[in-house]
């Protein structure tokens, strides 16, 4: 009899797996705790529930999410069908009826012959070719074992995630480069100060914006080294001063002397064209957070594009543990899918689970496996997944950041198009290449003018 794939977790990143492992030809077993038993985010006894927001993000090809969501389409994903399926009016973005989503991913999951379900907790590590898409809120038991599996250092229990900004926003004429104590004008980090009045404004409106209130799961105890900075700023006026704020050793090469306090930015991307706030994880509300770090003067006018957050979230820290396949290195026939892999959202952990259904199906069928080019959305994602430059692994969304920097000089507006135009081009070619069909058309992308100049090789 030929073997079954065991999809555990069904949730946006099992659902797609089974249902792309099951078009691939396989027959799945895909094992699903709830209604059984509920993590404390799941409230929907369905499959493929939503936790929180109705947003898939934006419905933009120009965007990551969108590029994303397209390179989806094409490749037959099941979260697109549902999701165009049960769409709600949203401007831009892609947002849905989360009961009727739910519903139509479980009748897909019904309709598809190679799969049956089953209704159990999952407490050890399969011996068979398994998916493992348990998500974030992934049950203690699992969690433990696949802690050991991994070695404990390499699975995380907490997200403690600094704000980012792009550097071409930050105002340069209120930063610096430099390290401490090093060449002022120099350096890996790029310094924000603030004078003191600066400071005080910022203090206030820190240790006065609105939290987001911890849920009933979450351990408000938070590791010494990682404390919000919300949290430090309330053990005193000049905590930060010694901590994330700390000016020492950071000459400011217009005045030739150490500010009041800086915030130091360091480049979160291989290109360095993003950047994050060090040791500045936080709790508070987006719109606080959006009213407080503009009062730092170089980054009142930055585009933040991702804000703080602290949760429960458990993640492998996947350059360590995952090969480019998203496979254990220790455990070659489990793959792991979705958030629980070490990306960050509902539309990125269900593209992973569509990569591992097709891949797992390949491993069974004795088939090469597939990786997706890195120009792609899809690519970028693993590209993420496999920094092992990162020392302190952190879950991501998916962001051009992840891709190689463009070609050509390419018009900023238009730098999404062109980031879509090369990945779609070549998500096409590849899929020729590996004799796979694509379900649909690449959608209509705008048109790009490449500026004169081109960019040295
Ligand atoms: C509180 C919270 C809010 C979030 N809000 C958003 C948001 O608004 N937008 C966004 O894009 N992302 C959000 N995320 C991040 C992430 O995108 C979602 O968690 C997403 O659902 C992850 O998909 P997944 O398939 O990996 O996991 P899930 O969708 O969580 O699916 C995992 C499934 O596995 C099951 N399971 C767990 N353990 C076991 C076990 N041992 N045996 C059997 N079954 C098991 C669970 O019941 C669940 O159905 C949020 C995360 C959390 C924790």
């Known amino acids: 009899m030929a073997q079954e794939l065991l999809v555990i977790g069904g949730g946006l990143a099992g659902c797609e797996a089974a249902l792309a492992a099951a078009r691939f030809g396989a027959k799945v077993t895909l094992v699903e ?4 038993e509920f993590t404390p985010a799941h409230h929907s ?4 529930e939503l936790v929180c ?14 590029l994303l969501k397209a390179e989806m389409a094409i490749m037959g994903s099941a979260m697109i069908k549902a999701a165009r399926a049960t769409a709600v009016g949203a401007g831009k973005a892609l947002a849905v009826d989360r009961e009727r989503f739910a519903q139509h991913m479980e009748a897909q999951i019904e309709a598809e012959p190679n799969i049956s379900r089953e209704t159990r907790r999952v407490d050890q590590l399969p011996t068979t070719p398994a998916i493992l898409a348990t ?7 699992l969690a433990e074992v696949l802690g050991k599996a991994t070695s404990s250092d390499h699975l995380h229990f907490y997200d403690a995630i600094a704000p980012i900004v792009t550097l071409d926003t930050v105002d340069m004429s209120s930063a610096y480069w430099g390290d401490r ?30 939290q987001v209130p911890l849920k009933d799961f979450e351990n408000p105890r938070f590791f010494e080294g990682c404390l919000p900075i919300e949290v430090m700023a309330a053990r005193g006026e000049k905590t930060l001063l010694f901590g994330p704020m700390k000016p020492v050793g950071l000459d400011d090469p217009r005045t030739g002397r150490w500010p009041h306090a800086v915030v130091q930015l360091r480049k979160e991307n291989r290109d360095g064209t993003m950047l994050n ?62 958030q629980l892999s070490g990306v960050e959202g509902y539309v990125e952990s269900a593209a992973m689970g569509m990569l591992c259904g097709i891949n797992a199906t390949r491993l069974m069928h004795k088939e090469a496996l597939l990786t997706p ?22 879950p991501s ?60 090789s």
């Not at 992840?402 to 070549?426: C, H, I, M, T, W």
């Open 397 to 456: 969304n998916v962001n051009f950041g992840l891709l190689p920097p463009l070609e050509e000089k390419v018009y900023k507006k238009q730098r999404g198009a062109a980031q879509a135009r090369r990945a779609l081009a070549d998500l096409m070619a590849w899929l020729k290449t590996e004799g796979l069909s694509p379900q649909e058309p690449p959608p209509p992308i705008p048109e790009v003018s490449y500026s004169k100049n081109k960019k040295k």
């Open 45 to 48: 006894p369905r499959l493929g």
């Open 33 to 36: 705790m709830k209604p059984a």
């Open 277 to 338: 706030l060090v040791g500045f994880q936080t709790k508070l509300t987006y719109e606080a957070q959006n009213q407080v770090l503009r009062l730092i003067p170089a980054l009142a006018s930055a585009e933040f594009v991702r804000w703080g957050s602290i949760h429960r979230n458990t993640f492998l820290d996947a350059p360590r543990v995952l090969d480019p396949n998203q496979r254990l290195l220790a455990y070659p026939h489990l793959f792991v899918a979705g």
């Open 53 to 66: 927001s109705n947003s898939l993000r934006s419905a933009q090809v120009t965007s990551a999410v969108g």
């Open 135 to 141: 998500g974030p809120l992934t049950t203690e038991g």
């Open 181 to 210: 104590y090093g060449e002022p004008g120099e350096g890996d980090y790029l310094n924000c100060p603030l004078s003191k009045g600066e400071y005080e404004r910022f203090y206030a409106a820190l240790t006065s914006g609105a």
């Open 373 to 394: 080019p890195p120009t792609t959305a899809l690519g970028g994602l693993v590209t993420h997944l496999q920094n092992k430059a990162t020392k302190d692994f952190q």
